[in-house]
């Protein structure tokens, strides 16, 4: 399945920071507070929420204080049509394991 988005990386940084700020909101926190929560430094939070830029360990952090953890759980995995749909396919495994260049 392809899927074609016609969103740039930087339009969905800034959607992403946008709901992070639209939660922080909602669970009536300040950008002090949820900095000490997560761990984020309140200058990095800021900036966030401003540009959408942040390191994804800090992204991560930020998620975890909000309750958002485990959206990225279901990043970069197989769509059920990939999976196996038996033992003996899981048997016979010969995906590549690395990248060639």
């Not at 942040?54 to 759980?73: P, Q, R, T, V």
Request: glycine share 6%; proline share 2%.
């Amino acid at each position: 399945m392809i899927s074609i988005s016609m969103k740039s990386p930087n339009e969905m940084a800034g959607e992403i920071a946008k709901k992070a700020k639209d939660k922080r909101l909602t669970l009536n926190l300040s950008q002090q507070t949820l900095s000490e929560k997560s761990g984020v430094s309140y200058g990095t939070l800021k900036k966030f929420e401003r540009t959408g830029q942040i390191s994804l360990e800090s992204l991560l952090k930020i998620a975890l204080a909000l309750d958002e953890f485990e959206g990225f759980e279901c990043l970069f995995t197989k769509s059920s049509d990939e999976l196996p749909s038996s033992i003996d396919e899981i048997l016979k495994d010969k995906s590549r394991k690395r990248g060639r260049t």
